[in-house]
């Protein structure tokens, strides 16, 4: 099962490679991990989706996790109600006489046409990571000549920030 | 005042009451190095970087004070990795200080040059690049709290060269402040009184200790303990001292090699409670079968490490002087008398034999020898190999922080310069290495390292002519077929110790045993043993790997 986990660390140097290297050395199985600056200046938050057995491997993770001095706090959101966004830009080709269709599907995903080539468009889309999946499955047809994806991010919906959690 | 950051650094150490330290000068160390010239810390030269990482560690072990190792950029980081790495399996609280090249040459492969945080991460408890000079003194505050406290590890940090010479005041910081690090003393309760609850229910409840109890100092309490419930105690490799061998509640070592009353207790167990252990594979044997029908507690600092390798009922996270005495002081005697006559049963008729020989060294009686002479009163350093079981085996821990060996990594040639590093730390009391041919070899460079400050240590080379573990495990499990475990032309240790300035002996028959070992002790200065046992000698009993602990062989 895919668990996410919400990890505030201090905004050091060296904090992604400890992150990173503890990952690799206990062997956890990390789907996406991404990072960036949060609303308090020294502290950066990092979002890690583990694929773990069950809680008990998980609990692993977040106590193995949990020991690294620069690590502030750990919040399991897995269970809470929350939102969690994927964004992905797709360059897909795009010649004249296909530009019409591109743009139909573009706008039943309410997604973005953010660049147009003569021979390619790109596609912005942010969402939950299945829609992602499916946009990317339509464009298929089309040609896709690439795509970036940021990774899962994850905010909860209750009124209290992970920091006072 | 103003002064160089080399000399602030120097300050720094006397200021966490570092005397002593280890290590190896280099091009990016010289400005640190001028600064300890005349400091009054005394530095002690080995003869490679490996060596100072050992017996920095060794001083760690043997006093309970944190250990410091110094050394140069690239090669002279590299070198230290086994060190580092010995001591975090361990837990052991070492600083290590790198130098590094200056902050505008890192990453442009300069000469001397390597990334030694990234190569250190997975092994230190936590490490540093120090990259501004108002930095230094609070990394190094840190490093030092951090190595102490909570699960003692090594700690490094990283000085760019620049830095050393950098100008700056001398203002050490009073207080830790790291948002991210609180080493936790007190736990729950309500979870100690669980235990106790459970503890009056058990017909047949065994105590596990480990390393642990020798870490936090806790032997007096958990002896307390014993003598009032009367629950029988094994112990992991580095739980020993931690509780006397020569009890007559203590069942000896659990695992691989471990006495049969012990496998056997913890298996046949209904309440298995472990304290400052972490259940590793050579303890467990197959995970499966191991104590199937305990409940299981886990008294541990590290909440990392409940669930990691054994699923607990009951856990008890926080420091050992905490929860013990908690433990202690709610404890109702167990009405266990069945179960320790069964208990005292198999430790009576199965105990740990070999075959006496008397024309041979037999391996086993050169230890019992040793325990003799020094009545169970020696710190004990070991290699590794068979020697290191057969030390465990064979010789009465009376006190903790008297075996330092090489529990987790099971490092060859950490026993001379640990003993080295522990002959400092201690130098009232008798030091000895025990080791083999084959790990003797991997830091024999510091014999001289011992000969130069006439370091007492006394060492015992089991000398079987190969690698007598490896070829254990061919003898048993590959057939015979001993591929490179042979030492083909053996080396006269003896001259190799006079060479380096040491006292070497040869001893090659039973009769020359014990003398041999009493000139050793008369001899001030190092002496070196090279004593010639027998050559296919077996560690039993033994539980083969991946098998459960009652499926033993031999003993």
Known sequence: MKYTLAVLVENRPGVLTHISGLISRRAFNIESITAGSTEEP????????????????????????????????????????????????????????????????????????????????????????????????????????EIVRTGKIALSRSPVAAKNN | MLMNGAQALVKSLKSEGVDILFGYPGGAALTLYDALYDSGIRHILTRHE????????????????????????????????????????DSVPVVFITSQVATGLIGKDSFQEADITGITTPITKHNVLVKKPQDLLKCVKEAFYIARTGRPG??????????????????????????????????????????????????????????????AGVSEEFSRLIEKTGIPVTTSLMGMGGFPSDHRLNLGMLGMHGTYAANQAVTQCDLLIGVGVRFDDRVTGLVSRFAPNATVVHFDIDPAEINKNIKTDIRVVGDLNWSLSQ????????????????????????????????????????????????DGNAIMVTDTGQHQMWTAQYYTFKKPRTLITSGGLGTMGFGLPAAIGAQLGCPDQLVWAISGDGSIMMNCQEIATAAEHNLPIKTAILNNKGLGM??????????????????????????????????????????????????????????????????????????????????????
């Open chain 1, 42 to 145: 020294d502290m950066t938050r990092i979002t890690l989706v583990v694929d773990a057995e069950n809680e008990d491997e998980l609990e692993q993770v977040v106590n193995q996790l949990d020991k690294l001095v620069y690590v502030i706090k750990i919040v399991n959101l897995t269970k809470v109600d929350s939102i969690n966004r994927d964004m992905a830009l797709i360059k897909v080709r795009a010649l004249p006489e296909s530009r019409s269709d591109i743009v139909d599907i573009v706008s039943i995903f309410r997604a973005k046409i953010v660049d147009v080539h003569p021979e390619t468009m790109v596609i912005e889309l942010t969402g939950e990571e299945d829609k992602i999946d499916a946009l990317s499955e339509v464009l298929k047809d089309h040609g896709i000549v």
């Open chain 2, 327 to 374: 433990l202690n002081s709610i404890i109702t005697n167990p009405d266990i008398s069945d179960w320790q006559c069964a208990v005292m049963k198999w430790k009576q008729e199965r105990p740990l034999t070999f075959d006496e020989d008397t024309r041979e060294i037999k391996p086993q009686s050169v230890i019992q020898e040793i325990d003799q002479l020094t």
């Open chain 2, 154 to 215: 090594p700690v490094l940090v990283d000085i760019p060269k620049d830095i050393f010479a950098a100008k700056m005041d001398f203002t050490y910081p009073e207080t830790v402040k790291l948002k991210g690090y609180k080493p936790i003393f007190a736990g729950e309760k309500c979870k100690v009184s669980l235990v106790a609850d459970a503890l009056a229910q058990a017909k047949k409840p065994v105590f596990f200790i480990g390393g642990g109890i020798n870490i």
């Open chain 2, 50 to 89: 490996q060596g100072a990482a050992h017996a920095a560690d060794g001083f760690a072990r043997a006093t309970g004070k944190v250990g410091v190792c110094i050394s140069t950029s690239g090669p002279g980081a590299t070198n230290l990795v086994t060190g580092i790495a010995t001591a975090y399996m």
């Open chain 2, 470 to 555: 490896v070829r254990q495990w061919q003898r048993m499990f590959y057939q015979k077929r001993y591929s490179g475990s042979k030492h083909e032309r053996g080396t006269d240790f003896a001259k190799l110790a006079e060479a380096l300035g040491a006292k070497g002996i040869t001893v090659k028959s039973a009769q020359e045993l014990r003398p041999a070992l009493e000139e050793a002790i008369k001899t001030p200065g190092p002496v070196f043993l090279d004593i010639w046992v027998s050559e296919d000698e077996d560690v039993l009993p033994m539980v083969p790997a991946g098998a459960a602990l009652d499926e033993m062989i031999g003993g």
